[in-house]
């Protein structure tokens, strides 16, 4: 396993990592999704995983989140093993944020109510506290005058970024972006992009999914290549994206400047 | 639209030529021309009836014992006053039956082999109530509970009306619930669950509330049912409106009591019924609209 101190300049590397991710094994009836996933995220860096639809991305990350049930491996978040039996899954998912494809947000509810259910339900502040907070996410990602809109009057890339200050608003230590820009009209793409470009000078550690091969060029302090179920190659942007080594990666990458994705 | 007229006298370039709008007014015609055929036609259809039922053999005699101007007006007002305990019974019996229907229906919703027994009582329940005919429950409950003498017991007759429709329309409207819990799709618990919300949480906060607003339709018939089904509490004595109906014809001898019942719950239950389609119909068109 490559050591995997931040790129980014100025971040301390730090002793513990973030997300460690050992032999990871998943797989849905017959199928085997994941097949042996090692995997090392250090705090404050930025790994993007790229691949193929169906290489496990996604469920990747729904491991990591525990929305799956695990077949073998082991998860450690910031050195504690979150896959030992007995963990509490609450206590665990309200320190890792999750980002979906198509956003998931709660109808019902206005954006402000959206971003404050968790930390008023779970984190158990007052609602005026809950609220404060929320405000000043919503406003550091200019989305304040519509926090007392419901979803359906939002466009799309609006509501990716309210989904974004949903899962921020509980503080994570880490977050997973799972395809968050599959669902959008090409030209709400770049909004939601800028907001995790934001996050990442920020200092947020994330693991993010993703097809956008020239934002993962730009953001990523590592890049995996996956591909059935395995890790089959990682490293820094420049060499995944200039030279990659394993030809299933060079097919991939060609595949996609083909059709004009990168 | 088109007019097989000549360059001259076509009406239709006539029509446009005093309207902008020219071909709207075209189909304002076709709309009123519909209108009125349908108009039309409905008459025939109810006067022919009409006609029919008047000149039937019995029909003297029905009108006399049916619709008796002099015993409807002396009977109506009593038939209205008892309405206000089937109103009671309503009331009371819809705010339980909202409660444990939800209640049976998130025990039906648990998931994982922890909640097996829940489960199986709350499914065991729902069979049993949906199956008996309600007049058997109230029979059963009406005269068998105060029967068994226990001091604890209550003993009125509207207690155990209240608590026998509870049973029944429980029953229903939990499977309707259910209906509503199992459409959010499952994305929307994997987000709650995500943020650390646990099961109960985002049961409570978000799949429970959407599921609710979803059923509020099918909710409504349930309670059309139930506003009808409140004189089958006359059963066991209670005085409701159909108990005081029966009362009434027999101190006249005469059957018009019964019509000005049915009168009384078409004034009621037609609202609703009304207010319900309206309901649908705009879910429907946001199911629609939200589907783009």
Known sequence: MRTAAGGRAGAPAAATPALFVADLHKSFGQLEVLRGIDLLVAQHE?????GASGSGKSTLLRCVNLLEPIDAGRIYLAGEEITAPGVDVNRIRRRIGIVFQAFNLFPHMSVLANVTLAPRKVLRLAPAEAADRALALLERFGLADKRAEFPDRLSGGQQQR?????????EPELLLLDEVTSALDPELVAEVLAVIRELARGGMTMLIATHEMGFARDIANRVCFLDAGRILEEGPPEQIFRAPRAERTQRFLQRVMEAGRL | MTFGGGPLGDPGDLLRLQDPRGPRLVRDRDALRSTAVALVSTVVVFVALGLLVVNAPGWTAVQRSFLNGA??????????????????????AEVLILVLGLALAILRSLPGPVFFPMRLMATIYTDIFRALPGVLVIYILGFGMPGLGIEAIPKEPFFWAVVSLTLIYSAYVS???????????????????????????SLRYVIVPQAIRRVIPPLLNDFIGLQKDTVLVSYVGVVEIFRQSYIKQAANFNFTPYIATALVFLVVTIPLARLTDVLVQRDRRRAAASSR
């Open chain 1, 46 to 50: 930025v790994v993007c995983l790229i």
């Open chain 1, 162 to 170: 309210v989904a974004i200050v949903r899962a921020l608003a509980m």
């Open chain 2, 71 to 92: 015993v409807f007006a002396k009977s109506l007002p009593a038939i209205v006053g008892s309405f206000w305990v089937n109103v009671q019974l309503f009331l009371v």
């Open chain 2, 175 to 201: 499977e309707v619930y259910r209906a509503g819990i199992e459409s959010i799709h499952p994305s929307q618990e994997a987000a709650a669950r995500s943020l650390g919300l646990s099961r109960v949480q």
